[in-house]
C-alpha cells in the first residue's frame, strides 16, 4: 500500500488564514484546502457563544460561555455579540510584547472592537499574567443584566491554539478527499472496518516580519497546547520569495550578461530556459492591520565539484536573499474600513440623531451594547462598499435595521474616498520609501535605486485598492507596479514550499534561501540564586548578539567576561527578554557550556 504523508501550512493574516497542504500521491501536491463553507479564506477568529441549556454549574441559572465558535460561524456571530468574539489574532499575541501599545491595539475610542484586558489571577487562569475579557455584559455595556452570562478570561495562547486548530480541521479534511477511507482490523472481531484518518499535525506557520519573539513563542504554545507540530515560523517575505523565485532561474553574479533590469525575459516568465541574472525585487505587503516592504536579491550559486567532475559542470543552485526590511504594525486596510465606518456613522447620525460612537458617554443615552452591535454590521457593510470601490467608480453602503428598526442608505464615489484617505495612502508609502533611502540618512535604508529594481511585486488584500497603487507608483518615481503573484495565496504556496522541503517524503527543486533577523539581539548575564531570582538587577554582562538585518540561518560564538559556572543566560531581543522565540524562518536555539566562558547560540 502506498504510504501517504501529509503536512499542511498555515498563513496567518491579522483577521483571516489560509490553509494549503503538501500531500504526497496528489496532483497537484500543493493545494490551497477549502473549508466547510467552500472558501478558499476563512476568518481568523474564536467565539465564545450562550450554551443551548443552563450549565448544572451555573448560578440562577445564568448560561455560561461553553459553546465556542471558530472561522466563518465566529466571524458570523461577532455581528450578533461583538463583544464575545475575538477577530485580531495579530494583536492578541502582540499583548504579550513589552514593546507593544496594548491600549492602541484596543482603542477605546473604537466601540467596534469592544474587549477589554485584563490581568487575569492564578486563581481563574492558570499562570496568571494578561488576558482577554471575553463576554458578558461588563466588557461592553454599563448595565449588567441577569441573564448575561458572565465574562470569562482567554490568554493569548489559548486562543492562538483554538485557531490553528480549526486550521488543523480544515487541513485533515482537505487531505482526505479523493483518498480511499482507511481500514483498520478489529482486534475483537478480526474483521477489517472503516477506521477514522489521523489528523495532520505537521505544519509551518507564516508571521509578519515585525511579530515579536514573545508572541512567536505564544503562537508555539498555543500550537504545542493543540497538539499540533510546527516545523518552522516562516517570514510572509521569505514565503512569497520562495514562491516567486522557485520557477525562475537564475545566474551567478560574475556570470550574467544582464543588469538587475528587467529584459525580453524578465521575471513574468514563470519557467523559461532562459536563466535570468541577478535581481533585486521589492515585495510589498498590506495585510488587514500590518504593512511590511522587502527588499530581496534572486541570485545563484554553483555547487562544489564533485570528485572526478569538472567545476564547470557542477550545478547551479538559485537563491533569494532578503536585504533589508521595513514595517509598520499599526497601519492595514482595516484603516480603510475605519475611515468608511466614520464617514457613515457620521452620516447615521445626520439622518437618525444616534450617535453610534460616542455611546455610552455623558450626554449620550445610547447604549453601548446596542451601539457595539449596530457598527459590527454597519463594518461589513463598509467592507463591502471598500471592496466595490476597488472596481467602481461609486459604491453603495446599506444596512437593514441598523438601529431600533431605521435602515441606513448611502453611498460614496471613489474620489471623495481617496480624499478622506489621503493620509492613508502616504503612510502606506512610507515602508517602500524606507528601502530605497540612501545608507547615511539614519533609516536604514540600503541605498537603492528606482532603476535598480527588476519588479515591486505586491501581495496582501489591501494592495487592491486603486488609491494606495497610485501612491506606491508616486513614491517610485512614476514606475508601474507588478502583480506576478496572486495577492492572496502567494504565501501559502511559497510556506507550502518550505513544509515540502522540510519532509524526506517530497522531492523539490533545489533553491537556495536567506530570511533577515527583524529584530536586533543582545545576549547577557544575570547572577541568580538556587531558586533562579536574579540577585541584581543589572546584567553582570553582555554582548551584542546580530545586528539587524543579519542573513539567517547564522551560528555565532560569544565570549561573556566574567562568567561563571551558574549564572543564567538571556537572549533579549528588541528590548524584551525572549525564551525559545524563533525569528526569522527558523527557530531560536541554545546551547550553553557551563564549564566555559563561551555561550553558543544558533540562529536556524
Known amino acids: 500500500k502506498k504510504k501517504h504523508k501529509t503536512f499542511f501550512k498555515k498563513i496567518l493574516f491579522p483577521s483571516h488564514l489560509q490553509v494549503s497542504i503538501v500531500r504526497q500521491g496528489a496532483r497537484p501536491p500543493v493545494s490551497i484546502a477549502t473549508n466547510e463553507m467552500s472558501r478558499r479564506r476563512s476568518a481568523a477568529a474564536v467565539a465564545f457563544v450562550p450554551a443551548a441549556a443552563a450549565s448544572s454549574n451555573s448560578k440562577k441559572g445564568v448560561p455560561l460561555l461553553s459553546s465556542r465558535l471558530l472561522g466563518d460561524d465566529a466571524a458570523a456571530a461577532a455581528t450578533r455579540r461583538p463583544e464575545a468574539a475575538v477577530l485580531r489574532l495579530r494583536d492578541v499575541l502582540m499583548l504579550l510584547s513589552s514593546n507593544s501599545n496594548n491600549a492602541s491595539l484596543f482603542p477605546p475610542s473604537s466601540p467596534s472592537w469592544p474587549l477589554t484586558l485584563a490581568v487575569a489571577e492564578e486563581a ?3 499562570g ?16 449588567k443584566s441577569s441573564s448575561s452570562p458572565p465574562p470569562e478570561l482567554h490568554s493569548p495562547e489559548e486562543l492562538a491554539g483554538a ?14 478527499e479523493g483518498l480511499p477511507p482507511p481500514r483498520r482490523k478489529n482486534p475483537k472481531t478480526g474483521k477489517e472496518e472503516a477506521g477514522g484518518r489521523p489528523a495532520v499535525v505537521d505544519c509551518v506557520v507564516t508571521v509578519p516580519p515585525s511579530l515579536p519573539p514573545s508572541a512567536r513563542a505564544a503562537l ?20 512569497v520569495s520562495l514562491a516567486y523565485g522557485i520557477e525562475r532561474r537564475f545566474e551567478e553574479s560574475g556570470k550574467s550578461s544582464s543588469s538587475g533590469k528587467k529584459s525580453k525575459d524578465d521575471a513574468s516568465s514563470s519557467s523559461g530556459s532562459s536563466a535570468l541574472g541577478p535581481q533585486l525585487l521589492v515585495i510589498y505587503d498590506q495585510g488587514s492591520t500590518h504593512t511590511s516592504a522587502a527588499l530581496v536579491q534572486f541570485s545563484a550559486y554553483r555547487e562544489p565539484a564533485k570528485r572526478g567532475q569538472s567545476a564547470l559542470s557542477a550545478a ?63 463594518r461589513k457593510a463598509v467592507r463591502r462598499t471598500k471592496e466595490v470601490l476597488s472596481a467602481n467608480g461609486d459604491a453603495p453602503c446599506s444596512v437593514e435595521e441598523l438601529l431600533d428598526g431605521k435602515d441606513f442608505r448611502s453611498s460614496i464615489d471613489r474620489k471623495s474616498f481617496e480624499k478622506l484617505a489621503a493620509g492613508h495612502f502616504a503612510r502606506s508609502a512610507a515602508p517602500l520609501a524606507a528601502l530605497l533611502l540612501p545608507p547615511s540618512s539614519g533609516n536604514g535604508g540600503g541605498g537603492v535605486k528606482v532603476g535598480d529594481l527588476a519588479a515591486v511585486e505586491l501581495v496582501g488584500g489591501g494592495t487592491r485598492v486603486p488609491g494606495l497603487q497610485a501612491a506606491l507608483s508616486r513614491a517610485l518615481d512614476g514606475r508601474a507596479l507588478d502583480r506576478h503573484l496572486d495577492a492572496d495565496e502567494a504565501a501559502a504556496h511559497g510556506a507550502a514550499l518550505f513544509a515540502a522541503n522540510a519532509s524526506t517524503a517530497f522531492r523539490l527543486r533545489r533553491f537556495g534561501g536567506g530570511d533577515a533577523a527583524p529584530f536586533a ?4 548575564t544575570t547572577a541568580v540564586d ?23 540561518p547564522v551560528k555565532r560564538v560569544v565570549k561573556l567576561p566574567g562568567a561563571v559556572e551558574g549564572v543564567n543566560d538571556a537572549l533579549s531581543g528588541g528590548g524584551e527578554i525572549v525564551s525559545g522565540g524563533g525569528g526569522g524562518v527558523g527557530f531560536l536555539k541554545k546551547k550553553r557550556e557551563a564549564s566555559t566562558t563561551t555561550t553558543t547560540t544558533t540562529l536556524a
Not at 482577554?132 to 466588557?139: D, I, K, M, Q
Open 220 to 239: 508555539l504554545d498555543g500550537a504545542a497546547a493543540a497538539g499540533i507540530n510546527v516545523l518552522s515560523l516562516v517570514s510572509t517575505p521569505a514565503a
Open 316 to 378: 547551479t543552485v538559485s537563491q533569494f536573499e532578503i536585504l533589508d526590511l521595513a514595517w509598520d504594525d499599526s497601519l492595514g486596510s482595516d484603516a480603510l474600513d475605519e475611515i468608511l465606518l466614520r464617514h457613515f456613522a457620521a452620516e447615521f447620525k445626520a439622518q437618525s440623531g444616534n450617535d453610534l460612537l460616542t455611546a455610552g458617554e455623558e450626554g449620550n443615552p445610547l447604549s453601548k451594547t446596542a451601539a457595539s452591535r449596530a457598527l459590527a454590521r454597519l
Open 124 to 126: 481563574r487562569l492558570p
Open 530 to 552: 538556587a531558586q533562579g531570582k536574579p540577585l541584581s538587577p543589572e546584567s553582570l554582562a553582555g554582548a551584542p548578539l546580530l545586528p539587524f538585518g543579519k542573513r539567517l
Open 163 to 176: 485557531v490553528l486548530r480549526y486550521a488543523q480541521r480544515v487541513a485533515t479534511a482537505a487531505a482526505a
Open 128 to 143: 496568571g499574567g494578561l488576558a482577554l475579557s471575553v463576554g458578558g455584559a461588563s466588557s461592553s455595556s454599563s448595565k
Open 521 to 524: 539581539q543582545l545576549l547577557s
